[in-house]
T-cell receptor, first 113, second 116 residues
């Protein structure tokens, strides 16, 4: 039972355009969400997060939107740059528990110059 | 400061052998967790250690084990290797254990295990 789903394994976007990466979750007890970016031969690095009490969090070119009623979050990258080409993982944390993050399977973003 | 260091970076083993992977966390980080990444499966949680105690364990067979030392360094061991154990094994460290606030994990580059 996959609780965090990233239904698009890959995404290609032109440089300068917007990249939108989507993530759906099934457990309403998740209270904190994170996005990680992973380049080949490197470990994932933290990108941006959002608490369930917010619906938007912005950090430079990166914005995460959370729609709790739809159990959906999205990561927007504007404008997209070739250096953004990586695998992006969505992760979620259960409220109040000492449980590990639950990760999606990842979406490979390719930004084409 | 130095990041999370994992050794070895690459290794090749044959079925039936055993392997030990090492992880040195960021200085001051006392929580270490391990993940398995395979193509199409994302990051699957293996275990979490904090202050030498295993606090969480993922849904993996008993062939997968781990430990943490007093200096917070951690090792994981896989015995009786199977072809399906071929994966990237990632270690992450954090100041506090899971559940203690908005805990961001810092990952190492991983150990890529190939089982032939």
């Amino acid at each position: 039972d996959q609780q965090v789903k990233q239904n698009s394994p890959s995404l290609s976007v032109q440089e300068g355009r917007i990249s939108i990466l989507n993530c759906d979750y099934t457990n309403s007890m998740f209270d904190y969400f994170l996005w990680y970016k992973k380049y080949p031969a490197e470990g994932p690095t933290f990108l941006i997060s959002i608490s369930s009490i917010k619906d938007k969090n912005e950090d430079g070119r990166f914005t995460v939107f959370l729609n709790k009623s739809a159990k959906h979050l999205s990561l927007h990258i504007v404008p997209s740059q070739p250096g953004d080409s990586a695998v992006y993982f969505c992760a979620a944390r259960l409220e109040g528990g000492n449980t590990p993050l639950v990760f999606g399977k990842g979406t490979r973003l390719s930004v084409i110059a | 400061k130095a990041g999370v260091t994992q050794t070895p970076r690459y290794l090749i083993k044959t079925r039936g052998q055993q392997v030990t992977l090492s992880c040195s966390p960021i200085s001051g980080h006392r929580s270490v967790s391990w993940y398995q990444q395979t193509p199409g499966q994302g990051l699957q949680f293996l275990f979490e250690y904090f202050s030498e105690t295993q606090r969480n364990k993922g849904n993996f067979p008993g062939r997968f084990s781990g430990r943490q030392f007093s200096n917070s360094r951690s090792e994981m061991n896989v015995s009786t290797l199977e072809l399906g154990d071929s994966a990237l094994y990632l270690c992450a460290s954090s100041l506090a254990p899971f559940g203690a606030g908005a805990n961001v994990l810092t990952f190492g580059a991983g150990s890529r295990l190939t089982v032939l």
